[in-house]
């Protein structure tokens, strides 16, 4: 679901003010997940599609992922983190580890400030594996679900309560939906405010509830007010089923269909598969989502219903009867097992969906299928995170050689498909059949009359088939005749291995995707409808493409990237629609004659070694991909040019460009010196020079924003332009560098670590944005305020940090194994308004593996980190009631010895008991607790994300009984370099749901562990206790309420 959908106004009734609070949270620097909580029909993915309706525009890529706990049940997390990323980065993306490994695949990410919308999340690993965390800079990402704790777990960084509507928005709600109007007429308003109070408030309720009495007359809305009054408390399964029971019987078995089976499915798919099974089915889907049975979104191309009213429709079905093999559906494992196994199908039976996961060791009889003679769909499915890693044979094992499949067959999905062919059935009902990842060897068995004849002989024996998916059948050799298939829109083959022909396809006329994507074997351009749009042939045999290409001329995709392509046709110039063509990875030599339709052109890895396009050259031309090909002479003047990639091309001089290009990458190229003037880029805004060879650089562009000198063998600080935002020298032999606000008043960004750093002078007092990373050194620097994030990792030659400013938010000094001082400037220079807005609610401190640290800046680093705890819990006191999201405080740094002083309370062990203090105030007072410990991080590597979690209960003076707490942390720092830890490290921790109003506690205990993460960076398991606590400390502090409604800023007492 990519967000295609918009909520019409009627949903959007009583939601604007929490609209804006939670506009007003995406708009906080330190805002990147968001999480939406609240019950089911209360309006999350509503809000959520409003908010990403409304701000997706400021983004480069945007994802709307709908529905992902069921989603995940069918497609498996890899499946699906694969089909987010794929949108994001607009390439098919195949990553099947736990983890996103790839450093490709994260540099990409990096780059793009993305908006993503994950829809009813349930468990918080789930967020990690999705990769947000490396989404590029200013990224957000919305997060719904039921479960608040899936949420902190997850680390979002704020979080908004979905509250329910009150009265008068319930009743403006309901009244949209049963008058079209705001305000109930004035003759119902009575019944209204009933049925108002039937609903409870949900908004779920009150739109089926309001669609089901819109036109109706007063004795009808009297009569269900009196159907509602027979249950002692109508609950909104009540209201629910109410509505059900009102449709007609076409309408409830599409009802039953869809819940059941086509969720979440393309609603004109879905069309064209109930059509076949119904009459009338169109204006039924139409006649449910008027009826708010269906999520209005399917108007843009799904099928969409709430969770309630999917668990309605399963639960009618059950109540069938109490034999599985005498119900009209089956989805369960369990019931399908049992009636597939011993035979028990009957007639009743319309359809039957299996994870066939949930089985194992399935055995199937030749007639199995026999007594099912009304069977309209099959759709046995392996979640996408089995695939690859189950074979069939464990799923459906030693089976007969066979099965005589039913002629009502509507729709039949059998992933693993264990038989050679389809056999003993006519396929003139059929309009989907998927059997990716099969055994078939051929659709059809010759020897099979009664099917072969019937698809030979009658050219209307496959007019209703829509799609044929046979990916990964890698024992398919040839797709038969599809004479009669005049409907056919979909035909899939991927990784069909062994197939080495294709029928003509010219007669197909509603062909629209052809999948022919590492078909290796085959050698020749299939014959397709001139009115094909997008033809994938990427990783086949194909060697030329021919003369025949002029006739596609509704061609607007080409891809034959890693073919055998040597040869194009110079009549691909006579096509007039084809923007976006890729030859990659193909072994020719010359440029390829473009048509000047053309927008997009990739010939990266080619072997061709001079590009010359003139002023004369007719083209549209915007985006040139050259990178790693063997290109030496570049000369192009088309000022249509906006985009072009040269990277790790052999080229030694700076290539001759035009000049209205925007973005140039010469990464890892052969040129020495750059000296570009006012006049000659002058649309030019991204420069990436990286790993090149440039040793002096002298830049006066003024439209420059991005400047990448990372690892270039530099060692002065280049001439740079004033309008630089983005400068990246990590890498680089620089020694010393001088900034000042004259020369950079506009930088947003610098990325400087650099192991060779001996002096970086800094006079920049406030730079444009907050958001700076800063290589510090030898020599002391005063900071401003205003700069919160300090990056300098892996600076070797770093040995002070001086007079940092003490609320510095984000400190990451991992891998600066020469740092031996670190310090603070006095904990009241910067004193900030815990109320302030721009003040932030989490801090990190990160320097691991710095070994060289004295204990002078040891005992500074626990008392930072201590101050800012304080402040975070008087935060936390002033806005308790408002407090959206977690609140966190993590600090690690290398040593094996808690401090006695600021953690009074230790054991040599992963637990300890403590005694609270009595509290002898007249007042109310908080707890606030601070966690230190001491962890053996030596077998662990820094990509692997572990959660230290803590497990506490206060017991109360009175006897009155004890309460349960549970907090967590996640580790994970972003660091492209290679490493791991070193030792024992000391981390001091703090979270939101560590202060706790004191009930006359006296005693708390604490229990501290690790969860260890499933995988390590090589994809291997990781044993049981992998890393664990060895010490721990608790540091208590008492904080006092303050009675006056005034907020007063009043730091905890400590103890």
């Given at each position: 679901m990519s967000g295609k959908f918009k909520s019409t106004s009627a949903e959007l009734v009583g939601i604007d003010d929490q609209k804006q609070t939670i506009l007003r949270l995406i708009e906080q620097e330190d805002s990147r997940l968001i999480g939406l909580w609240g019950q089911g029909g209360i309006g999350k993915t509503t809000l959520s599609d409003v908010i990403y309706n409304e701000i997706s525009h400021n983004f480069e890529n945007t994802y709307f992922l709908l529905n992902v706990r069921e989603k995940l049940k069918k497609q498996g997390m890899e499946s699906l983190r694969n089909q987010l990323l794929s949108e994001l980065l607009n390439q098919a993306i195949h990553v099947d580890t736990p983890s996103i490994g790839s450093t490709l695949i994260q540099e990409r990410l990096n780059?793009?400030?993305?908006?993503?919308?994950?829809?009813?999340?349930?468990?918080?690993?789930?967020i990690d594996c999705f990769g947000v965390k490396h989404f590029g800079d200013g990224s957000k990402i919305i997060v719904t679900s039921r479960d608040r704790q899936v949420l902190k777990n997850g680390g979002v960084d704020k979080i908004h309560e979905v509250k329910k509507l009150n009265d008068n928005d319930s009743l403006q709600l309901f009244s949209t939906f049963a008058f079209k109007q705001l305000n109930p007429a004035a003759d119902f308003r009575d019944l209204s405010n009933k049925f108002v109070e039937y609903a409870q408030r949900s908004p779920l309720a009150l739109r089926v509830l309001g669609s089901k009495l819109y036109k109706k007359s007063r004795t009808e809305w009297e009569s269900e007010v009196d159907k509602l009054k027979e249950y002692d408390q109508p609950k909104i399964s009540h209201i629910l089923r109410s509505s059900y029971d009102d449709l007609d019987e076409v309408e409830k078995n599409i009802f039953l269909d869809i819940a059941i089976f086509f969720k979440g499915t393309l609603k004109k798919d879905v069309e064209e598969i109930l059509s076949c099974c119904y009459k009338g089915a169109v204006c039924g889907i139409s006649n449910l989502i008027d009826k708010c049975l269906l999520d209005n979104t399917s108007y843009n191309g799904w099928i969409c219903m709430h969770d309630m009213l999917e668990e309605m429709g399963k639960d009618i079905v059950r109540k069938?009867?109490?034999?599985?093999?005498?119900?009209?559906?089956?989805?369960?494992?369990?019931?399908?097992?049992?009636v597939l196994k011993y035979n028990k199908g009957i007639n009743l039976i319309q359809g039957i969906k299996l994870d066939m996961s949930q089985i194992d060791n399935l055995q199937l009889h030749h007639s199995i299928f026999e007594g099912m003679i009304n069977l309209r769909i099959i759709f046995f499915y392996t979640p996408g995170i089995f695939w690859g890693k189950c074979p069939a044979e464990k799923l459906l094992k030693d089976q007969v050689d066979s099965v005589s499949l039913p002629d009502e067959l509507r729709y039949l999905c059998w992933d693993y498909y264990p038989f050679k062919y389809l056999s003993g059935f006519n396929p003139k009902n059929l309009v989907v059949l998927k059997l990716a990842h099969g055994h078939i060897e051929r659709l059809w068995n010759d020897d099979d009359h009664q099917v072969y004849s019937f698809v030979l002989s009658s050219s209307k024996s496959l007019v209703n088939l829509r799609e044929i998916d046979v990916a990964g059948c890698k024992k398919l050799r040839k797709i038969p005749s599809l004479l009669g298939a005049i409907n056919l829109e979909i035909l899939e083959c991927r990784w069909c291995e062994s197939l080495v022909e294709l029928p003509c396809l010219n007669h197909l006329a509603s062909l629209k995707k052809l999948g022919l994507t590492g078909c290796n074997n085959l050698k020749t351009f299939p014959e397709v409808p001139k009115h094909f749009s997008i033809l994938e042939l990427d990783r086949t045999k194909i060697e030329e493409v021919p003369a025949s290409i002029e006739h596609l001329v509704g061609l607007r995709k080409l891809c034959l990237k890693n073919s055998n392509v040597n040869i194009v046709s110079s009549n691909i110039s006579k096509l007039e629609s084809l923007r976006d063509m890729d030859l990659s990875h193909c072994p020719m030599v010359e440029f390829p004659e473009i048509p000047r339709s053309l927008t997009d052109l990739n010939l990266s890895e080619t072997q061709i070694e001079e590009v010359c396009l003139s002023l004369a050259t007719p083209s549209n031309l915007q985006s040139l991909n050259m990178s790693g090909s063997r290109v030496k002479i570049v000369?192009?003047?088309?000022?249509?040019?906006?985009?072009?990639?040269?990277?790790?091309?052999?080229?030694?001089?700076?290539?001759?460009?035009?000049?209205?290009?925007?973005?140039?990458?010469?990464?890892?190229?052969?040129?020495?010196?750059?000296?570009?003037?006012?006049?000659?880029?002058?649309?030019?805004?991204?420069l990436d020079m990286s790993c090149s060879r440039v040793k002096s650089l002298s830049i006066k562009m003024e439209s420059l924003c991005d400047l990448?000198?990372?690892?270039?063998?530099?060692?002065?600080?280049?001439?740079?332009?004033?309008?630089?935002?983005?400068?990246?020298?990590?890498?680089?032999?620089?020694?010393?560098?001088?900034?000042?606000?004259?020369?950079?008043?506009?930088?947003?960004?610098?990325?400087?670590?650099?192991?060779?750093?001996?002096?970086?002078?800094?006079?920049?007092?406030?730079?444009?944005?907050?958001?700076i990373p800063i290589v510090d050194v030898s020599s002391p620097i005063?900071?401003?305020?205003?700069?919160?994030?300090?990056?300098?990792?892996?600076?070797?030659?770093?040995?002070?940090?001086?007079?940092?400013?003490?609320?510095?938010?984000?400190?990451?000094?991992?891998g600066c194994t020469s740092l031996e001082k670190v310090s603070f400037t006095d904990k009241n220079s910067y004193q900030l308004d815990p109320l302030d807005d721009d003040v932030v609610d989490w801090f990190y401190m990160?320097?691991?593996?710095?070994?060289?640290?004295?204990?002078?800046?040891?005992?500074?680093?626990?008392?930072?980190?201590?101050?800012?705890?304080?402040?975070?819990?008087?935060?936390?006191?002033?806005?308790?009631?408002?407090?959206?999201?977690?609140?966190?405080?993590?600090?690690?740094?290398?040593?094996?010895?808690?401090?006695?002083?600021?953690?009074?309370?230790?054991?040599?062990?992963?637990?300890?008991?403590?005694?609270?203090?009595?509290?002898?105030?007249?007042?109310?007072?908080?707890?606030?607790?601070?966690?230190?410990?001491?962890?053996?991080?030596?077998?662990?590597?820094?990509?692997?994300?572990?959660?230290?979690?803590?497990?506490?209960?206060?017991?109360?003076?009175?006897?009155?009984?004890n309460e349960k707490f549970t907090s967590e942390w996640s580790s994970f720092i972003e660091d492209e370099t290679e490493w791991k830890y070193m030792g024992d490290h000391v981390l001091i921790l703090f979270r939101e749901?560590?202060?706790?109003?004191?009930?006359?506690?006296?005693?708390?205990?604490?229990?501290?562990?690790?969860?260890?993460?499933?995988?390590?960076?090589?994809?291997?398991?990781?044993?049981?206790?992998?890393?664990?606590?060895?010490?721990?400390?608790?540091?208590?502090?008492?904080?006092?309420?303050?009675?006056?409604?005034?907020?007063?800023?009043?730091?905890?007492?400590?103890?």
């Amino acid at each position: 679901m990519s967000g295609k959908f918009k909520s019409t106004s009627a949903e959007l009734v009583g939601i604007d003010d929490q609209k804006q609070t939670i506009l007003r949270l995406i708009e906080q620097e330190d805002s990147r997940l968001i999480g939406l909580w609240g019950q089911g029909g209360i309006g999350k993915t509503t809000l959520s599609d409003v908010i990403y309706n409304e701000i997706s525009h400021n983004f480069e890529n945007t994802y709307f992922l709908l529905n992902v706990r069921e989603k995940l049940k069918k497609q498996g997390m890899e499946s699906l983190r694969n089909q987010l990323l794929s949108e994001l980065l607009n390439q098919a993306i195949h990553v099947d580890t736990p983890s996103i490994g790839s450093t490709l695949i994260q540099e990409r990410l990096n780059n793009k400030r993305v908006l993503v919308v994950l829809d009813d999340v349930n468990d918080s690993d789930q967020i990690d594996c999705f990769g947000v965390k490396h989404f590029g800079d200013g990224s957000k990402i919305i997060v719904t679900s039921r479960d608040r704790q899936v949420l902190k777990n997850g680390g979002v960084d704020k979080i908004h309560e979905v509250k329910k509507l009150n009265d008068n928005d319930s009743l403006q709600l309901f009244s949209t939906f049963a008058f079209k109007q705001l305000n109930p007429a004035a003759d119902f308003r009575d019944l209204s405010n009933k049925f108002v109070e039937y609903a409870q408030r949900s908004p779920l309720a009150l739109r089926v509830l309001g669609s089901k009495l819109y036109k109706k007359s007063r004795t009808e809305w009297e009569s269900e007010v009196d159907k509602l009054k027979e249950y002692d408390q109508p609950k909104i399964s009540h209201i629910l089923r109410s509505s059900y029971d009102d449709l007609d019987e076409v309408e409830k078995n599409i009802f039953l269909d869809i819940a059941i089976f086509f969720k979440g499915t393309l609603k004109k798919d879905v069309e064209e598969i109930l059509s076949c099974c119904y009459k009338g089915a169109v204006c039924g889907i139409s006649n449910l989502i008027d009826k708010c049975l269906l999520d209005n979104t399917s108007y843009n191309g799904w099928i969409c219903m709430h969770d309630m009213l999917e668990e309605m429709g399963k639960d009618i079905v059950r109540k069938e009867s109490i034999d599985p093999g005498k119900r009209s559906r089956l989805w369960s494992a369990k019931d399908v097992y049992q009636v597939l196994k011993y035979n028990k199908g009957i007639n009743l039976i319309q359809g039957i969906k299996l994870d066939m996961s949930q089985i194992d060791n399935l055995q199937l009889h030749h007639s199995i299928f026999e007594g099912m003679i009304n069977l309209r769909i099959i759709f046995f499915y392996t979640p996408g995170i089995f695939w690859g890693k189950c074979p069939a044979e464990k799923l459906l094992k030693d089976q007969v050689d066979s099965v005589s499949l039913p002629d009502e067959l509507r729709y039949l999905c059998w992933d693993y498909y264990p038989f050679k062919y389809l056999s003993g059935f006519n396929p003139k009902n059929l309009v989907v059949l998927k059997l990716a990842h099969g055994h078939i060897e051929r659709l059809w068995n010759d020897d099979d009359h009664q099917v072969y004849s019937f698809v030979l002989s009658s050219s209307k024996s496959l007019v209703n088939l829509r799609e044929i998916d046979v990916a990964g059948c890698k024992k398919l050799r040839k797709i038969p005749s599809l004479l009669g298939a005049i409907n056919l829109e979909i035909l899939e083959c991927r990784w069909c291995e062994s197939l080495v022909e294709l029928p003509c396809l010219n007669h197909l006329a509603s062909l629209k995707k052809l999948g022919l994507t590492g078909c290796n074997n085959l050698k020749t351009f299939p014959e397709v409808p001139k009115h094909f749009s997008i033809l994938e042939l990427d990783r086949t045999k194909i060697e030329e493409v021919p003369a025949s290409i002029e006739h596609l001329v509704g061609l607007r995709k080409l891809c034959l990237k890693n073919s055998n392509v040597n040869i194009v046709s110079s009549n691909i110039s006579k096509l007039e629609s084809l923007r976006d063509m890729d030859l990659s990875h193909c072994p020719m030599v010359e440029f390829p004659e473009i048509p000047r339709s053309l927008t997009d052109l990739n010939l990266s890895e080619t072997q061709i070694e001079e590009v010359c396009l003139s002023l004369a050259t007719p083209s549209n031309l915007q985006s040139l991909n050259m990178s790693g090909s063997r290109v030496k002479i570049v000369s192009i003047k088309m000022e249509s040019l906006r985009d072009l990639n040269l990277s790790h091309c052999p080229i030694v001089k700076f290539p001759e460009i035009p000049r209205s290009l925007a973005k140039l990458n010469l990464s890892g190229t052969q040129i020495e010196e750059v000296s570009l003037s006012l006049d000659s880029l002058f649309n030019l805004q991204t420069l990436d020079m990286s790993c090149s060879r440039v040793k002096s650089l002298s830049i006066k562009m003024e439209s420059l924003c991005d400047l990448n000198l990372s690892h270039c063998p530099m060692i002065e600080f280049p001439e740079i332009p004033r309008s630089l935002r983005e400068l990246n020298l990590s890498g680089t032999q620089i020694k010393e560098a001088n900034l000042s606000l004259d020369s950079l008043n506009n930088l947003q960004k610098l990325k400087m670590s650099c192991s060779s750093i001996q002096k970086l002078q800094c006079n920049i007092i406030m730079f444009g944005s907050r958001e700076i990373p800063i290589v510090d050194v030898s020599s002391p620097i005063l900071m401003s305020k205003s700069i919160y994030r300090l990056e300098m990792d892996h600076c070797e030659s770093l040995k002070l940090l001086s007079e940092l400013p003490p609320y510095i938010q984000y400190l990451d000094a991992h891998g600066c194994t020469s740092l031996e001082k670190v310090s603070f400037t006095d904990k009241n220079s910067y004193q900030l308004d815990p109320l302030d807005d721009d003040v932030v609610d989490w801090f990190y401190m990160l320097f691991c593996n710095c070994f060289s640290l004295n204990q002078d800046s040891i005992d500074n680093i626990e008392a930072n980190a201590i101050l800012k705890i304080g402040y975070l819990a008087e935060k936390l006191r002033l806005t308790w009631e408002d407090a959206f999201g977690p609140i966190i405080l993590f600090c690690c740094f290398p040593g094996n010895k808690i401090s006695a002083n600021k953690f009074e309370y230790q054991s040599m062990s992963s637990s300890l008991v403590l005694k609270i203090a009595p509290n002898e105030s007249s007042g109310s007072r908080s707890l606030v607790f601070s966690i230190c410990l001491v962890v053996d991080l030596t077998r662990c590597h820094h990509h692997e994300s572990l959660k230290f979690i803590c497990k506490y209960q206060l017991t109360t003076a009175s006897g009155g009984g004890n309460e349960k707490f549970t907090s967590e942390w996640s580790s994970f720092i972003e660091d492209e370099t290679e490493w791991k830890y070193m030792g024992d490290h000391v981390l001091i921790l703090f979270r939101e749901d560590m202060v706790k109003k004191d009930k006359d506690y006296e005693e708390a205990s604490f229990e501290f562990y690790i969860e260890n993460p499933k995988y390590n960076v090589e994809g291997e398991e990781i044993e049981e206790e992998y890393i664990k606590v060895e010490k721990c400390g608790v540091h208590v502090s008492y904080m006092d309420e303050e009675p006056s409604t005034t907020p007063q800023h009043k730091s905890p007492r400590h103890t």
